[in-house]
Every structure is written in structure tokens, then in C-alpha cells.
């Protein structure tokens, strides 16, 4: 559960307040959706037995008929493969190895989809399973191979149904929670809004222990910082807690797309949603829509490696919106091939941005700290001016 710690410093006591404007603010969030991504965590599926929560699936599935008939297209992201099946195997609690967790999975995996099955059809919409790992975002072809897809199911009217593979997934290759492959499928799909229903009733500003403590209505500008102010614990079902949804529904927010964090316990919760009420706890989209290449670079590619920059770079790349070029560069760690994908940190190791480098590892070390009329002769050809060209550079949410 999310315990606020203290109340950030860049709250304004008037973001626990539902307002009117408040209200306005959720409507036109709602309107400018296209696509609605529906996550949907264990605990909310899951009753305390274990066993899948029917009704409640039903309930869902026909409040996601709803969204669609006001107009959006809808990705379901479910988790419960695991849950269902420790509650079909009659296990006592979560299994502690990767190979039970797989069988469990394995298991629950067909159960869970019968029954997202049977609550959507039940609305007149066939359901389309699509089991993920984190290498189907790493790479670019797999990345475009499932956003065409995915956009391909939706204009035919189908609700993909998106759960990771935890049947195979090991650590090198599993995306972590589902909270993490919400957001990163939101980069998929036109105009999205990412909907989390969690077992909370969104970022509290207090304990939930407390009953005085009420969810705060919007986060004007979601950041890396709002990990110091939360404590929480692993949910006894899902791999995750407040702080993994903070991570991605900050990376969510970086990438031009607005978060709402709320109970799906609630009855009838997605249909408040819909018409702009006061639940859950709205994160507002940090700036600009980012282009869909870009979003690839900032949130799907898997970094090969790292450059440390120093303050005149940082004040270029961040503040000037310039290329990265290697007179800034202090350090190199890591070994990649031209194309890598590259964290870029300032001296203290903080994260400012990440991008496609066009140089490997080897020639950044050759040339770091020189001029760009020195690289012809310290490498003998010049292909590039910048080490990472503007266009292809993000810059992160630590950044600033």
C-alpha cells in the first residue's frame, strides 16, 4: 500500500482537492483519449482464496463495452495468470521458485482468458490474447511487428488482451510488473490514456492506515522524485508496489501521456472515469506528445551502455535541445557497436537523457573530450559530426 511519507514540495495544498476544475481537467483528458489502456492488477482480480473474481472480471469487461461505445478503443493489460493458477493448483501462497511461478502461470494463463473471454463477448467484442516479453520491445522490428498488431486488432473492433509471458520470462528477458508493460504498450497506440486499477484508491497523502487520509486528485508534474516520498510493500499477489507504478506512470507521463492511478475494487470505476469524477488520482502528461520513434529510444530499447557528460553538454543537450557531440564527453563505460542505445549521465551519475549513439564504445573513447574538427584525425574518417545527433536523443525525466 502507498504511504505519503510527506507531502512533496511542489504539491499545492489545492491538489487534494476534487474542484470543479479538477472535474473539467479529468473530462478533457477523457476526451482527447483515442485509446483507453485498461490495466487491471492481481489484487483486483484475485479474491482471498485465490481463485479469480468472476463478477468482478464481468463487471469490468462490461464497463470496458461502455468505453468503447463512448467512442474509445480499448487494450486491456491483465495480470492474474500466476494468481489464477495458485488458486487452481490449491497451493497455499505465491510460489517462491521461477519454475513453479512458470507452472502456476502456465496454468492460470488459459482459465484467465476464458474468463476476459466470456465477460467481453458477453458485450458483442471478441478478445485477442497477446503474451509479451521485454525482447519484443527491444527490438525495433518486434517493436513494430506488435504495434501494427495491436492497432490492426483494434481497428477491427477486437480488445487485445496483453499479459506478459511468464511462462518463459526469466530475468534478462521479463518486462518486471505489468504496470512497467502498460505503459510501455501506451507508446504503441494513437492519442492514449493509461488507466491503472490497482487495491488503492490512488497516491494517498497519508497512510492508508490512516481513515482521515484521502487520494490526491492530480499530480501536476510527475517525477523521479515522487519515489522519496512513498513506502510500501510488494502485494502478496503481483510482483509490484507503489513504487513500480510510480516508475511507469512517470515514464508514461515523460512520453506525452497522461496516468490515472484507482481502485478497481470500486464498483463501477471506469464508468466514474469516463465521465470525468473525482476518483483515483490523475497524473497530468509531462509536456509535449513525443514522437513514436523517440519513444522507442526513451523507453523500449534496453541502454548498451553509458557517456558522462559534463555541465557545458548538459546545458546543450538539456536546455538547448542540441546534439550531443564529443568535446562534452568525460567517460565511457560499457562496450556497444554504432546504433546502441546509450544512457547519457551528467559527473554524478544522474540521468539526464538517453539516444542512439553513432559511434561504437571504442571510437567515443578515442575522441572524447576533442573538437569535431579533430576526429578526422584521430580517427581517420569523420562520418558524423555529433556523437548523437538531436533527433535521436530523449531526454529523461531526472533531467533538470
Request: net charge negative; proline share 6%.
Amino acid at each position: 500500500m502507498p504511504i505519503l511519507k510527506e507531502p512533496p514540495p511542489q504539491w499545492s495544498p489545492d491538489l487534494c482537492t476534487t474542484n470543479l476544475m479538477h472535474n473539467a481537467v479529468r473530462q478533457e483528458v477523457f476526451a482527447t483519449a483515442r485509446t483507453v489502456i485498461v490495466k487491471v492488477g492481481s489484487n483486483v482480480l484475485a479474491r482471498d482464496d485465490d481463485q479469480l473474481d468472476e463478477e468482478r472480471i464481468r463487471n469490468i469487461g462490461e464497463q470496458i463495452s461502455r468505453l468503447k461505445a463512448a467512442g474509445r478503443q480499448v487494450v486491456l493489460v491483465t495480470s492474474g495468470a500466476v494468481a489464477a493458477g495458485i488458486g487452481m493448483l490449491g497451493l497455499s501462497e505465491r510460489p517462491a521458485s521461477l519454475s513453479a511461478l512458470q507452472a502456476a502461470a502456465a496454468v492460470g494463463q488459459p482459465h484467465l482468458m476464458t474468463v476476459w473471454g466470456a465477460a467481453l463477448r458477453d458485450s458483442g467484442h471478441p478478445v485477442a490474447q497477446i503474451l509479451v516479453t521485454v525482447n519484443d520491445f527491444r527490438s525495433r522490428q518486434r517493436y513494430i511487428n506488435a504495434r501494427n498488431t495491436i492497432r490492426t486488432l483494434l481497428a477491427q473492433n477486437v480488445v487485445p488482451v496483453v499479459n506478459e509471458n511468464d511462462t518463459v520470462s526469466i530475468d534478462e528477458i521479463t518486462v518486471g510488473d505489468n504496470d512497467q508493460l502498460a505503459a510501455m504498450i501506451a507508446t504503441l497506440v494513437p492519442d492514449p490514456l493509461l488507466i491503472i486499477l490497482s487495491s488503492v484508491d490512488g497516491l494517498l497523502d497519508g497512510s492508508p492506515d490512516d481513515p482521515a487520509s484521502q487520494p490526491i486528485s492530480i499530480v501536476q508534474r510527475p517525477s523521479d522524485d515522487l519515489q522519496s516520498y512513498v513506502a510500501d510493500t510488494v502485494s502478496s499477489r503481483g510482483t509490484g508496489g507503489m513504487r513500480a507504478k510510480l516508475k511507469a506512470i512517470v515514464a508514461a507521463c515523460d512520453m506525452g501521456e497522461s496516468v490515472i492511478l484507482a481502485n478497481g475494487r470500486t464498483p463501477g470505476i471506469l464508468d466514474s472515469i469516463r465521465d470525468g469524477q473525482p476518483v483515483g488520482t490523475l497524473f497530468l502528461a509531462s509536456g509535449e506528445t513525443v514522437p513514436a520513434w523517440k519513444k522507442w529510444i526513451a523507453y523500449a530499447s534496453k541502454p548498451a551502455g553509458t557517456l558522462v557528460i559534463d555541465a557545458g553538454a548538459i546545458k546543450a543537450v538539456c536546455d538547448s535541445g542540441r546534439s550531443l557531440l564529443a568535446v562534452g564527453i568525460r567517460q565511457v563505460d560499457g562496450d556497444f557497436d554504432p546504433g546502441a542505445s546509450v544512457e547519457i549521465t551528467d559527473e554524478s551519475a544522474r540521468c539526464v537523457a538517453r539516444g542512439l549513439a553513432n559511434y561504437s564504445s571504442s571510437d567515443i573513447r578515442i575522441i572524447a573530450g576533442a573538437q569535431s574538427d579533430q576526429i578526422p584525425e584521430l580517427l581517420g574518417h569523420v562520418p558524423y559530426g555529433e556523437v548523437i545527433h538531436r533527433d535521436n536523443l530523449v531526454l529523461t525525466s531526472s533531467n533538470g
